[in-house]
């Protein structure tokens, strides 16, 4: 079965990643120097897991358009919060006992939503990456929050980790999982068994929350 790339990026990494986006189209990062024929036996490896995930993201129904009104739940750390529009707060976003948004704001609200995810985003995931670089002897080289919508986390070839904004709305140990993940990049490049032994060796429950992430995965989204 031949698998058609619709883009292919090459940089300065040096592994091949597979990125199947959730229009099913097909993305391709490889290093610079990666032969092409290298590319495509990859490719033809994974078929299977490629055919399987692209049914998968066409399946996923699209996110009904966010209208911001008043009773609109949103999602942080696992748990769902009502929105309340309000006429006046020193701040556009607040969250107590559930999210308040400035009314004069609702047109950008996903603006406001975004931004706001994004500053918990780094001072939660920073935290903890702190914390399990302390316990477990790792040096990440800086830590980069992304808009990325198909990607959980990744881990560069100079050590940078990224993490998208959107992990901030899934519970705190599936947020572990994915620090784990990337920081176990930092020793094992790969996803082979070497890669996974450190990851467990880390977080033994690690496949509790990667089961978490790809059935629930879909509705970390403005």
Not at 66 to 77: A, H, S
Not at 155 to 174: H, Q, Y
Not at 197 to 207: A, G, L
Request: overall charge positive; glycine content about 4%.
């Amino acid at each position: 079965m031949q698998i058609e790339i619709d883009k292919l990026i090459r940089s300065k990494r040096r592994t091949i990643a597979l990125i199947i986006e959730r229009d099913g189209s097909f993305t391709v990062r490889a290093p610079m120097r990666a032969p092409r024929a290298a590319i495509d036996t990859f490719i033809q490896q994974k078929a299977d897991w490629i055919t399987r995930t692209r049914k998968k993201m066409k399946s996923i129904k699209p996110t009904v358009e966010r209208q911001y009104f008043d009773g609109e739940k949103f999602l942080y750390l696992g748990s769902s919060f009502d929105l309340k529009l309000v006429e006046f707060q020193k701040h556009l976003l607040h969250l107590d006992s559930g999210f308040s948004l400035r009314r004069a704001a609702q047109a950008k609200g996903e603006q406001v939503f975004t931004r706001w995810y994004k500053e918990r985003a780094l001072e939660i995931i920073s935290e903890r990456v702190k914390q399990y670089s302390a316990q477990h002897n790792f040096i990440p080289k800086q830590i980069k929050i992304s808009s990325a919508k198909t990607r959980w986390g990744s881990c560069s070839p100079n050590g940078t980790l990224n993490f998208t904004w959107r992990l901030v709305m899934a519970p705190l140990d599936v947020i572990d999982y994915v620090v784990v993940h990337e920081l176990a990049h930092l020793r094992v490049k790969n996803h082979s068994s070497k890669f996974w032994d450190v990851v467990e060796s880390i977080y033994p429950e690690y496949k509790k929350q990667r089961k978490w992430l790809r059935e629930n995965g879909d509705k970390l989204s403005l």
